[in-house]
Every structure is written in structure tokens, then in C-alpha cells.
């Protein structure tokens, strides 16, 4: 059991939830790692509480809700720039095209070095 007042609990958590939103909006991936720590200490001291009124927590949850939706879009886009990374490797390795029957065809690449030696 703790004895912090409900009250600022909520509020150091309400604070770390529009840290976490302006990180999110940034880009900033350290300080989320960072506020996602601050935050699961928060909400374990807020869980330990004997009695706490659900209108305290009504502001907090629409926040977390609302993070919870910028996280997942922020770990889409993080999806997709691999997704195109690896299509770009891809095709750096070669080139595959169809035939007119419909076979599939490879052709490597050949890459040179970008340097030539001379004696």
C-alpha cells in the first residue's frame, strides 16, 4: 500500500501521458522508452491505492486511449519504412519479371566497385 495522495499520482501520470504524446508526435523513440517506465511505476502506485474516485481517472484514460492509437500508427509506420527498406534490398540484389506465359524470371545485378585500382 502506498501513501502518496491519489490526486498527484493521477496528475504525474496525466503529465506523463502528454509527454508521451508530444514524443510520439516527434518521434522521439528514446524518451517514449523512457515515459513508458515512469508510466508503469505510476500506474502500480495508482493500482495500490485503497479507494480512488473513477472521475479522477476519466481524464487520464481518454489520454491513454488516445496514445495508445498515436503508438499503434507510429509502430505502423515503423513497419513500412522495413517493409520498403527490404524492398529496396531487394531490389538492389536483382530484378524478378514475368513472361509472357506467366513464368517468372530472374536477372542479377551485377555491382562494381566504386573504386578502380591502378598500378
Do not use: C, W
Amino acid at each position: 500500500m502506498t501513501t502518496e495522495d491519489p490526486r498527484d499520482l493521477i496528475d504525474e501520470l496525466d503529465n506523463a501521458l502528454d509527454r508521451e504524446r508530444n514524443a510520439l508526435l516527434q518521434g522521439d523513440l528514446e524518451q517514449i522508452g523512457e515515459l513508458m517506465l515512469a508510466k508503469e511505476r505510476l500506474i502500480e502506485n495508482i493500482n495500490a491505492l485503497q479507494s480512488i474516485e473513477q472521475q479522477q481517472l476519466a481524464a487520464v484514460q481518454k489520454k491513454v486511449t488516445r496514445n495508445q492509437a498515436l503508438l499503434a500508427s507510429a509502430l505502423d509506420g515503423i513497419r513500412a519504412v522495413a517493409n520498403r527498406m527490404a524492398d529496396l534490398r531487394r531490389v538492389r540484389s536483382g530484378l524478378e519479371t514475368y513472361d509472357h506465359q506467366g513464368q517468372k524470371q530472374s536477372f542479377g545485378m551485377q555491382t562494381r566497385p566504386n573504386v578502380e585500382k591502378r598500378a
